[in-house]
């Protein structure tokens, strides 16, 4: 009897202590409606900015309250998808609809929420040089999109419902994956609804009880990256042409949210070699043999904001080599990338750009060594 007692008693205890590690799985759902402007951020579009394009924003947020590491340590964010619909109000650009992944991170007792999304967009009217000239804002369908969104929020107002209003700034491009490529960009106001599943049973909020953030600084990490992809230079009609980029670079995580990078980048963008050889014909006054190296090679420093295995990436690089002068020796990189195998392979999805003039949306693997 005794041996049954301690059985039944390890089987409780063992239940009790599978149920403390389970992990709940709140979310919300949240509708927004929003009414604002296109941005004349370059004058070449314009002609495009006629009335205040407006649509609705749809989206489900998981929520976090502290079961896993990098939750407690980023004060409960939320990740989640969006779903947007949106009216540009002039006839040559159309409607995009756009579907992004997202996080959400709060600030000021909650009452402060600012959303970053990613994801692709589709535009019901691209360019096409003989239906519809006018619109040299998206040379192609698909594009990637890009949104913040900051709003005043309070949610589980009522029996789960809550209200939140703020503005949204959207970013349509494809990052000249074809031209044309001027983008849009529209700031406007939004307000909606949220509602809260299973509000009475969310879990208490984990504190933060875990190791000091720099117990996760390593040793100086050596990356091997190879990224390609396609694009086309700012010319209508000159054609898309694939590129590749290796990159070595040295990394330091100094802390559990930051590591620091410095490397070399050699770029292999063939659509260059199509530019120069088009504008030694078309323009000679510009003096170009037609021969120059289209190659280039960087230097660049970086860093990634690390959460978990998902890290964002910022880069600042400068050519050492660059004998066809296209745009300035200045580049940046942006983008996201995802560790594998206890951080030894990584995938990454980032675009190189001049400044705000986006160059290539860049693919890429690569090793940590």
Same mark, same amino acid.
């Given at each position: 009897?005794?041996?049954?007692?301690?059985?039944?008693?390890?089987?409780?205890?063992?239940?009790?202590?599978?149920?403390?590690?389970?992990?709940?799985?709140?979310?919300?759902?949240?509708?927004?409606?929003?009414?604002?402007?296109?941005?004349?951020? !370059?004058?070449?579009?314009?002609?495009?900015?006629?009335?205040?394009?407006?649509?609705?924003?749809? *989206?489900? !947020?998981?929520? +976090?309250?502290?079961?896993?590491?990098?939750?407690?340590?980023?004060?409960?964010?939320?990740?989640?998808?969006?779903?947007?619909?949106?009216?540009?109000?002039?006839?040559?650009?159309?409607? !995009?609809?756009?579907?992004?992944?997202?996080?959400?991170?709060?600030?000021?007792?909650?009452?402060?929420?600012?959303?970053?999304?990613?994801?692709?967009?589709?535009?019901?009217?691209?360019?096409?040089? /003989?239906?519809?000239?006018?619109?040299?804002?998206?040379?192609?369908?698909?594009?990637?999109?890009?949104?913040?969104?900051?709003?005043?929020?309070?949610?589980?107002?009522?029996?789960?419902?809550? #209200?939140?209003?703020?503005?949204?700034?959207?970013?349509?491009?494809?990052?000249?994956?074809?031209?044309?490529?001027?983008? +849009?960009?529209?700031?406007? #106001?939004?307000?909606?609804?949220?509602?809260?599943?299973?509000?009475?049973?969310?879990?208490?909020?984990?504190?933060?009880?875990? +190791?000091?953030?720099?117990?996760?600084? %390593?040793?100086?990490?050596? !990356?091997?990256?190879?990224?390609?992809?396609?694009?086309?230079?700012?010319?209508?009609?000159?054609?898309?042409?694939?590129?590749?980029?290796? *990159?070595?670079?040295?990394?330091?995580?100094?802390?559990?949210?930051?590591?620091?990078?410095?490397?070399?980048?050699?770029?292999?963008?063939?659509?260059?070699?199509?530019?120069?050889?088009?504008?030694?014909?078309?323009?000679? %006054?510009?003096?170009?043999?037609?021969?120059?190296?289209?190659?280039?090679?960087?230097?660049?420093?970086?860093?990634?904001?690390?959460?978990?295995?998902?890290?964002?990436?910022?880069?600042?690089?400068?050519?050492?080599?660059?004998?066809?002068?296209?745009?300035?020796?200045?580049?940046?990189?942006?983008?996201?990338?995802?560790? #594998?195998?206890?951080?030894?392979?990584?995938?990454?999805? +980032?675009?190189?750009?001049?400044?705000?003039?986006? /160059?290539?949306?860049?693919?890429?693997?690569?090793?940590?060594?």
């Amino acid at each position: 009897m005794k041996k049954i007692s301690a059985l039944i008693f390890f089987c409780i205890c063992t239940t009790l202590s599978f149920s403390q590690e389970t992990e709940y799985k709140p979310f919300s759902l949240e509708a927004d409606y929003f009414y604002g402007s296109i941005l004349e951020h !370059n004058p070449d579009i314009a002609h495009l900015i006629t009335e205040h394009p407006a649509g609705v924003i749809l *989206s489900y !947020n998981r929520k +976090t309250y502290g079961f896993n590491d990098w939750e407690r340590r980023y004060r409960y964010p939320d990740w989640g998808f969006t779903f947007t619909y949106q009216d540009m109000k002039n006839y040559y650009l159309g409607e !995009n609809y756009g579907l992004y992944g997202h996080y959400n991170w709060y600030f000021f007792d909650r009452n402060l929420v600012v959303r970053l999304g990613q994801g692709v967009a589709y535009a019901t009217k691209p360019y096409d040089k /003989e239906t519809n000239f006018i619109n040299n804002a998206y040379g192609t369908s698909f594009m990637s999109t890009t949104f913040l969104k900051a709003n005043y929020v309070k949610e589980n107002l009522w029996n789960g419902l809550g #209200f939140h209003a703020g503005f949204t700034i959207i970013h349509y491009s494809n990052a000249n994956l074809k031209a044309p490529n001027n983008s +849009t960009n529209t700031f406007a #106001f939004n307000v909606g609804l949220s509602y809260q599943f299973d509000y009475e049973n969310f879990p208490e909020f984990i504190p933060l009880d875990d +190791t000091p953030s720099s117990n996760y600084a %390593e040793k100086i990490k050596y !990356n091997l990256v190879f990224r390609s992809g396609i694009n086309e230079a700012d010319v209508n009609g000159l054609g898309q042409y694939p590129f590749y980029i290796v *990159s070595g670079f040295a990394d330091k995580r100094i802390n559990y949210k930051s590591t620091l990078q410095a490397g070399v980048d050699v770029f292999f963008s063939t659509f260059l070699e199509e530019l120069i050889r088009f504008r030694s014909i078309a323009y000679p %006054e510009d003096g170009l043999s037609g021969n120059e190296d289209y190659k280039r090679v960087g230097v660049f420093l970086g860093h990634e904001l690390r959460f978990n295995k998902v890290a964002f990436v910022s880069q600042l690089g400068y050519y050492v080599y660059w004998p066809y002068k296209f745009e300035n020796r200045l580049y940046n990189r942006l983008g996201l990338k995802r560790y #594998f195998l206890k951080d030894k392979v990584f995938g990454a999805v +980032t675009v190189k750009a001049h400044g705000a003039k986006a /160059e290539a949306v860049e693919f890429g693997i690569g090793i940590r060594l």
